[in-house]
């Protein structure tokens, strides 16, 4: 295989201290994916990690993956990840950076908090200013590959980080098999996954508050079958609203009639209780003048 292109390869490293620069102010959400030869980043302040690992997939990457958020703390880069990340990562991460110019430590977090390094090395500090607006960040790799890489494990932790990083195993599986068939975001699962580890008896009561909200919620199919669907029942409301607009305006003509005629009907009444007052008071008169 052909040596990488040093050119290439410092061309990727600055992109890359600009991304390293924008995640030492803002935490970005990645997937870093293993391929052939190489691993493939993508990152962004906004896309969803499903989104990104099917960008970095189209350019190469490989069914082993790492996705969360990322960070910078001091001089290493922290990939926090909702369950621990395929073995040789930590060590495949660092030479993923040193060989693009950035010599520094990387860590993997997991939700109990946990760090999954390679230890070896001296790290420097990472970049602060790059020149970078607050705008997305695009990909960090164009799909050219860096020299093989021998996969390795990271160093052995002790025995107790060892019992907890296998409960913590245990528990993220139980809870990833629950999620596994649920039509909650990938946000949301992500979010219980990490509950699932800190409070692990509150997580069936969060899914099944996560469950009825997304029933209720009933989002919109947005197909082009299901917009006809959703347009079509919108048309048949707008038309129910114009009936009833017009029966309205109906009964309000018929009221203004109805006013009308008892207005005239009252006048009416009126003039001919005056008329018989008038004829009363005459009829009185005449009965006077008949009696003397």
Not at 115 to 130: F, K, Q, R, T
Not at 170 to 196: H, P
Not at 239 to 245: M, R
Request: hydrophobic share 40%; charged share 30%; with cysteine.
């Amino acid at each position: 295989m052909a040596k990488p292109d040093k050119a290439v390869l410092k061309s990727e490293g600055e992109a890359l201290k600009s991304v390293i620069a924008q995640a030492r102010k803002k935490t970005l959400n990645f997937a870093l994916l293993q391929g052939k030869d190489t691993m493939y980043l993508e990152t962004h302040l906004k896309k969803n990690t499903a989104m990104l690992r099917k960008d970095a997939k189209k350019k190469g990457g490989g069914p082993k993956v790492a996705m969360g958020q990322m960070n910078i703390e001091g001089k290493k880069i922290i990939f926090s990840v909702a369950e621990a990340p395929p073995g040789p990562f930590p060590k495949l991460a660092k030479k993923f950076f040193m060989a693009r110019g950035l010599p520094m430590q990387v860590a993997f977090k997991l939700p109990d908090g946990t760090l999954l390094e390679d230890a070896e090395g001296e790290a420097v500090d990472a970049p602060s200013d790059a020149g970078t607006a607050d705008a997305p960040i695009a990909s960090t790799d164009n799909g050219t590959p860096v020299a093989p890489v021998k996969p390795d494990t990271p160093s052995t932790p002790p025995d107790k980080a060892k019992a907890k990083m296998a409960k913590t195993k245990k528990t993220l599986k139980a809870a990833a098999s629950s999620l596994k068939d649920s039509s909650i975001s990938v946000a949301q699962k992500e979010a219980l996954l990490r509950i699932a580890v800190a409070r692990p008896e509150a997580f069936k009561a969060s899914l099944k508050a996560l469950k009825a909200i997304d029933k209720g919620l009933n989002p919109l199919d947005c197909s082009p079958k299901g917009l006809a669907k959703a347009q079509k029942a919108a048309d048949e409301e707008k038309a129910k609203f114009d009936l009833l607009t017009d029966a309205a305006k109906q009964a309000k003509a018929q009221f203004d009639v109805a006013k009308l005629a008892a207005s005239t009907a009252s006048t009416k009444a009126g003039a001919a209780s005056n008329t018989a007052s008038k004829l009363l008071a005459k009829l009185n008169k005449i009965g006077a003048a008949v009696a003397k």
